[in-house]
């Protein structure tokens, strides 16, 4: 029940939203915007085809791709720059240039080197989201507390315990956060992505909907399906910071 | 009894903001095998910092520690701290915490069965699957002496391991620890606050300076174990021991 009404203004608002769309839609005779009930039907045509199913397993596959292939560079990067410090002065100056460079402004690039297939929007997700998850490991790292180390240094284990049962644990939280921050930019990049260059994906849906005879209602659906999947991806990523060998870090 | 411990001139200071603040100034004491010594002294006078050096954590300034009359430049399993601040692991659960410290035994139930033995010793029989997080601050201490305990360390440097814990179990914890000692033979440095607890426990009573600290007087206790604390003697040393620290008697 009180569940329900910590749920209740989220919903009531999207509710009054739409209610005013269709409200300014139906009343302003618009031609090209499409009514909600316009989007519906828009969708099921989609289903219906089979086409939506296509474009969301395109879409899918590919930050899947791009996403672990990040993961399993920015993993042991991050873990030896943060306990590195020579690494950490080598390559830190330039991770925090190419940083800031949208992954968009790269996609020229990623078309040069890769051209116009799958190797291109999978480029531009490992790189967008290989950086999150470098930068969160590093912090991981340089944040343990000093007490434990002291503690695993008294005890004389060995490297190959004092990285699997101190360090790793001990930065397991923060990787899951650059996880989440990675998986997030990556499902914003891949939908940039498939507008400029691709023929399957959701971001190519929207742009050939448009392209194709203004079907507004289809880029609508297709927006809308992009933020749902989304949601859906961070709730994945949510459900490990429930794993038990990192609760400790959210008890208190 | 062969000297386990030979500390000779020791100095340490810090460099902070405002200056260099000189912590432990000339500190020489030996400590023989199997002995337990008690250091009392004024909060902030230097007892973390002095043990922190004798169990190699940091360098002194200047002076050296011996042990078994080697030089000790680093820590080891052979010397384990029971810190102050606590050191359990939280992401594993308590018997894996045990478990860790066991780098010579070789299979894996014995480890567990290792780890039950003393999480059993410290009263916390049950809650070997438990993590950190779900113990109270009484049985995180716990956990941190019994981890220490089952490596059966040549030194046990115990940092105020008691403060957390109430007065019935700090007295079953000294207890206990007694009946360990009485079968492992452990050299023992402890640092407490509670003079009746150095008492209770301890060969020799150390009494530190403010800072920055020096000894400033040794008590022996002579008395037998199991000590009866509520005895004359014991009393009376409590009062020259409180003397000492500036604090007067309340009787
Ligand atoms: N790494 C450090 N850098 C700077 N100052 C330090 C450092 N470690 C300790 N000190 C200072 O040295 C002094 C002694 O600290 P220490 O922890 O040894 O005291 P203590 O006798 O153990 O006190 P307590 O009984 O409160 O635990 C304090 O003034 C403290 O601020
Ligand atoms: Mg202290």
Known sequence: MSRLRQFLPGIAIIVLLIAAWWLIVTTTRSVIFPTPWRVVTGTVELIRDGTLWMHIGASLGRVGAGFFLALAVALPLGLWMGWQRGAYDTLNPLFQILRPISPIAWIPIAILWFGVGNASPIYLIFISSVFPMVVQTVAGVHTIEKRYLRAAENFGVSRYKLFTQVVIPAVLPQIIVGMRIGLGVAWLVVVAAEMIALRSGLGYLIIDSRNAGNRYDLVIAGMIIIGLIGLLLDGLMRLLEGLKMVRWRYAH | MPIKIDLAGLRKSFSTDKGTLAVVDDVSFQVGDGEFIAIVGPSGCGKSTLMRMIAGFIPPDSGRVLIDGAVRTQPGPQGILISQHGSVFPWLTVQENLMFGLNTVESTSEKIAIANHYANIVGLKGFEGAYPHELSGGMLKRVEIARALAVKPAILYMDEPFSALDALMSLRMRNELL??????????????????????????????SPRPTRIQATFDVKMPHPRKLTSPEVQQLRQAILKELGVEAED
């Open chain 2, 179 to 208: 009946k360990i000692l009485g079968q492992e033979r452990h050299t023992v440095l402890l640092i407490t606050h509670d003079v009746e607890e150095a008492i209770h426990l301890a060969d020799r009573v150390m009494v530190l």
